[in-house]
């Protein structure tokens, strides 16, 4: 999903060129390059344009800045024999000090395999921040917030919806002697906010990332009748399911 679509035609990248490219069924691809010093941008206009088993068709472009990516769609389809993959909106990322990713826009991400397996995912106002920011000294920022829709096979084609009802956080830390190149330690976890799960008949999953122990949360099971069952679990159960790199 973050990354350019498959294209085995390579045009001449020359600044401000606009270059036409005939497909193999009669389509069109048009794209345009624009490169000045740290800028790389690139917008790809597929029509109905079959590339070897793949036809593409939609509107894709990528913006590269220094230690920034941006990708956006007004939405791109693409066939293969295997699978049918659609994607529309805008996602920002960000590697360099820290590791850093929102989408501004609503995105959507579809897949329908030719066995019939679905995948579906949708968000709004997704937000990820790991790592340095400049503020006098360099603050240690962890922040993940937003919300998102997903079905799939796993959840046997029901949609669940995931939100943050309080921002996953933990607390800023300053360090002025902090080299903004460190990585930060490989700690994916929160001590603050809240995340709900929830399924179309009412049940959810609440974890609660503010327990008084900082090496677990709160996890609370609330079925279909608003029956609730709570417990701890170590955040070691969930940190690999909350990773964004």
Request: hydrophobic share 35%.
């Amino acid at each position: 999903m973050f990354a350019l679509p498959e294209f085995s035609r390579t045009p001449q990248e020359i600044p401000f060129d606009e270059q036409v490219l005939s497909c193999d069924n009669g389509g069109v691809a048009t794209i345009t390059f624009d490169h000045r010093g740290s800028q790389d941008d690139r917008r790809y206009v597929f029509e109905d344009c079959q590339d070897g088993e793949t036809v593409l068709d939609g509107d894709f472009w990528f913006y590269d800045r220094e230690f920034r990516n941006f990708i956006s769609e007004t939405g791109l389809t693409v066939e293969r024999p295997t699978e049918t993959i659609h994607f529309s909106g805008h996602l920002r990322e960000r590697v360099v000090p820290h590791l850093w990713f929102d989408s501004r826009e609503p995105v959507v991400f579809e897949r329908r395999a030719a066995d019939g397996s679905f995948y579906s995912l949708s968000g709004s106002g997704l937000y990820f921040h790991y790592g340095f920011i400049p503020k006098g000294p360099y603050h240690e920022v962890v922040a993940l917030s937003g919300m998102l829709a997903l079905a799939s096979e796993r959840t046997g084609n029901e949609l669940l919806r995931a939100e943050t009802t309080e921002e996953l956080n933990r607390p800023p830390v300053s360090d002025p002697e902090t080299d903004w190149w460190e990585p930060l330690p490989d700690d994916w976890t929160f001590t603050g906010g809240s995340l709900r799960v929830t399924a179309l008949d009412g049940s959810a999953v609440l974890l609660e990332a503010d327990n008084g122990d900082e090496t677990s949360a709160r996890l609370t099971l609330i079925d279909s009748t608003g029956e609730r069952i709570s417990f701890d679990e170590p955040w070691s159960v969930w940190q690999e399911n909350l990773r964004f790199d």
